[in-house]
């Protein structure tokens, strides 16, 4: 994978494009996100398709990534990001992060993303 196909998985996010997004996972994919309230070990494409739509419908115009770098080593990439929207219920969002991807033969089979689970706790819906 390329730093071009990273800063587009998150431009597909953030514009709800999920078959996009989809096509750069392995369909046994596995996505962790931290925190105890929204947390989640998600596996396979379609339950990780289920979870980012989930979690989009939650604000009102989706959740927009901003990728401010990205770095490779191995079959690792790392992003770092912040995001911002806002809530169903009109309450401002902002988060900041970093994402792990793990790839094989050219397709993401893992995903970990490390954020401030308490801003979530703060605005997120329940």
């Not at 800063?7 to 105890?36: H, I, M, N, Q, T």
């Not at 790392?78 to 994402?99: D, E, H, L, M």
Request: a negative charge.
């Amino acid at each position: 994978m390329t730093e071009q196909e990273i800063r587009a998985c998150f431009e597909s996010l953030g514009r709800a494009e999920f078959d996009v997004f989809l096509a750069y996972l392995a369909d046994d994919v596995v996505f962790e996100f931290p925190g105890r309230r929204f947390g989640a070990r998600v596996e396979g494409k379609r339950k990780v398709r289920v979870f980012f739509k989930r979690n989009q419908r939650l604000f009102e115009d989706g959740l927009v990534f901003t990728v401010q770098w990205v770095g490779f080593s191995g079959d690792r990439a790392v992003a770092q990001w912040t995001n911002a929207g806002v809530t169903r219920a009109g309450t401002p969002y902002a988060n900041r992060g970093v994402t792990v991807f793990r790839f094989e033969e050219e397709r993401i089979v893992e995903i970990q993303d490390y954020l401030d689970t308490e801003r979530i706790a703060e605005t997120w819906p329940s």
